[in-house]
């Protein structure tokens, strides 16, 4: 069994200076933590993966392709592989869990 805590992965991720974290990386798929301070900016490019977002905590907007909706705690969002998509109108610092299927490259 591997199993984390949220408190942990995010003291990791703090530590290690960066937005994301991969935590868990398997045969088909791989999970990690994201996450943007208010206001801040999303850098993110299309990926080569099927994604699903899910919001641990904060508010935001994200558009995916041509579509946009507001976010918070609980939202869980499916970005389809190649499709453009970024959090924006960051209003509370957003942690999110994401599922690359398969792994991210």
Not at 24 to 40: K, P, T
């Amino acid at each position: 069994m591997k199993a984390f805590r949220l408190d942990e992965l995010e003291a990791e991720r703090a530590a290690n200076d960066g937005a994301y974290l991969q935590f868990l990386r398997e045969r088909n798929m791989s999970v990690g933590l994201y996450a943007l301070d208010a206001g801040q900016l999303d850098p993110q490019q299309p990926h080569k993966e099927d994604e699903v977002y899910f919001v641990v905590s904060g508010r935001a907007s994200i558009t995916v392709g041509t579509e946009t909706t507001q976010v918070g705690r609980g939202s869980v969002v499916y970005v389809p592989a190649g499709v453009p998509h970024k959090f924006h109108h960051i209003t509370e610092d957003l942690r999110v869990m994401v599922v690359f299927s398969p792994p991210e490259s």
